[in-house]
């Protein structure tokens, strides 16, 4: 069964720190960009950051650039956000996703895999 699962949420405090991790089980990720989205109820998903394949290119949305940081480790079939400078703001659940071609962007669409979410609760 193809699966992405993520990890790392959790409850922080603003200014605080949390290392997201999505690990793919019954596939490898290495072919595969992968992409994070954050979602609030009642709102839409919004993409945070992006990563091809190779993790040489990177993509972030305009309210986390500075703060977040996306990387890869292929050999443990795993992709990591990096999350500092954390605020209120940044509180919903975290999806990774994976994409069989790096766009840059964060067109639902064009992700095939998708986790079931974690929880970031920053609090004032």
């Known amino acids: 069964q193809l699966q992405l699962v993520e990890s790392g949420g959790g409850l922080v405090q603003s200014g605080g720190s949390l290392r997201l991790s999505c690990r793919a089980s019954?596939?490898?990720?290495?072919?595969?960009?992968i992409g994070w989205f954050r979602q609030v109820p009642g709102k839409e998903r919004e993409g945070v950051s992006c990563?091809?394949?190779?993790?040489?290119?990177?993509n972030y949305g305009d309210s986390v650039k500075g703060r977040f940081t996306i990387s890869r480790d292929n050999t443990k079939n795993t992709v990591y956000l990096q999350m500092n400078s954390l605020e209120p703001e940044d509180t919903a659940v975290y999806y990774c996703?994976?994409?069989?071609?790096?766009?840059?962007?964060?067109?639902?669409?064009?992700?095939?895999?998708w986790g079931q979410g974690t929880q970031v609760t920053v609090s004032s």
């Open positions: 996703a994976a994409s069989t071609y790096y766009s840059g962007n964060f067109l639902r669409w064009t992700y095939k895999y």
């Open positions: 990563i091809s394949s190779s993790g040489g290119r990177t």
């Open positions: 019954g596939f490898t990720l290495d072919s595969y960009a």
